[in-house]
């Protein structure tokens, strides 16, 4: 019987190991993580999980009798250190060293971090796994004042949470444009607005020049124009580094991500890769894209899953992601990064629209607003060939859901 082994316990490694059980693998399995527990879900840390409306125990994917049920064997806290190829062994830290049939790499994908004078002062965090979350989240309490450093989607979810916990935001941003990476310019200028609305305060176009801090505390962001920005606790969010060294080392391509094929293999016919780390020929994008999402890592997993008990198909998963923020909730379903003009369908005022993005007249995505109708369709619309005209997508005679079908 083979054996595979997962590196990396997060969204997709979990599912890959869910996946191949699901499929009726019956060889060893054994899914190795570097952090500490069971396999939980990141969403909801920067959002129910810091409002106190969810708890630790809810955010795990499975309970811990689902791995023993499953014959999971979950190599927790341990984290791999070396793969090498020609002898398909994987070296873990503590001198552990494993025998492969099949590897696949999930290993997700790290923040980066601000290397500027006083970056280690305390009260200066990070958001990337539970033991962040649990570390912000007794921060927060009794503090008035934060400095959100980058303003992407997990730096605006924490400054919407810390507003109505009645904490003074402030929100620092290189650029010119909040959310500008992912989101039409008609959606990034509605959350700026909503966010102001809310009480946050957004300094854009400058970057940090250095934290001031008393006693190993911080207590002043500073920008590069010279903002003395006061703060009792700072949370950078200014994006990911993919965890791709491991596969670099056993001398696996990577670029910005580990570099696979359309079956998500990489140029070693038994070592894959999916989810935050990888780098993969995308039918909605131009060029190669890592995506970081839970759909991707899900559905990258249940396509490698597929492949390895022999039913290889090239992987198309449609693109979605979601993010709440306040009473907003946003949902993405395409990739919208090279649209050349937009439509909104619905009523803005009344906190439900969708802005449909068009590239050459064809539909890239839907970024929806407190509209999982409009979201749904637009899923079944990006599977199909539809030849939705901007027209039609603003006409609300026009029934979008029977379009879909
Ligand atoms: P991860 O879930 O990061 O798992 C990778 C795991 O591998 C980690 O535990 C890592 O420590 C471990 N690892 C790395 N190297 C090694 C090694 N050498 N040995 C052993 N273990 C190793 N996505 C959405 O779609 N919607 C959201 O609303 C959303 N909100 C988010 C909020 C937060 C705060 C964060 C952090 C992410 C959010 N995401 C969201 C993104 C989503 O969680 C990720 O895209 C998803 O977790 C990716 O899954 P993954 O398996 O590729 O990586």
Redesign the pocket.
């Known amino acids: 019987k083979r054996t595979i082994i997962i ?7 979990y599912q890959m190991a869910a996946s191949l059980r699901d499929e009726g693998f019956d060889g060893r399995l054994l899914l ?4 500490p527990g069971f396999p939980y ?3 909801p ?3 129910a999980y810091l409002t106190g409306k969810t708890v630790e125990e809810a955010l795990r994917l499975r309970p811990p009798a689902y791995y023993a049920d499953k014959k999971i064997e979950l190599i927790e806290g ?4 070396a793969i090498d190829r020609a002898a398909r062994r994987v070296v873990l830290n503590d001198g552990q060293s494993l025998v492969y049939d099949e590897l696949v790499l ?4 790290r923040n980066r971090t601000l290397h500027v004078p006083g970056h280690d002062l305390d009260g200066i965090f990070y ?3 539970l033991a962040d ?1 649990q570390s912000l989240k007794g921060s927060m309490a009794g503090i008035s004042r934060a400095v959100v450093i980058g303003a992407g ?2 730096g605006l ?1 924490f400054a919407a949470v810390a507003r109505a916990a009645g904490i003074d935001v402030t929100v620092v941003e290189a650029t010119t444009r909040p959310l500008g990476r992912a989101l039409s310019p008609i959606t990034s200028q509605y959350f700026v607005d909503a966010h102001e609305a809310w009480g946050t305060r957004f300094v854009l176009g400058t970057g940090i020049s250095h934290f001031d801090g008393v006693g190993g505390q911080v207590t002043h962001v500073v920008t590069q124009d010279g903002q003395q920005l006061a703060a009792d606790l700072v949370l950078v969010g200014i994006g990911v580094l993919p ?1 791709q060294e ?1 596969a670099a080392e056993a001398g696996l391509a990577c670029e910005n991500g580990i570099v696979v094929n359309q079956f998500l293999r990489t140029e070693d016919p038994h070592v894959s890769a ?4 990888c780098l993969y020929p995308s039918f909605f994008a131009a060029g190669p894209t890592r ?7 899900v559905d990258q997993a249940r396509n490698v899953a597929a492949r390895l008990m022999g039913r290889p198909t090239p992987y198309a998963g449609i693109p979605w ?4 923020q306040g009473d907003l909730k946003l949902q993405i379903v395409g990739l919208t990064g090279g649209h050349d003009s937009a439509v909104v369908r619905g009523d803005p005022a009344g906190r439900k629209f969708s802005v449909f993005c068009f590239g050459n007249g064809r539909l890239l995505g839907i970024e929806s607003i407190n509209q999982a109708g409009d979201h749904m369709a637009g899923r079944k619309l990006l599977a199909g060939h539809h030849d939705l005209t901007p027209d039609k997508a603003v006409d609300l005679e026009f029934d979008l859901r029977l379009y879909a079908k």
């Open positions: 590196i990396g316990s997060g969204q997709g490694g190795i993580g570097d952090e879900q990141r969403p840390l920067s959002k341990r984290r791999a250190t999930a290993t997700g994908a958001l990337r796994t979350a989607f997990i979810e965890n491991l999916i989810g935050d780390c995506l970081e999402s839970v759909q991707n890592a992601f979601w993010s709440d």
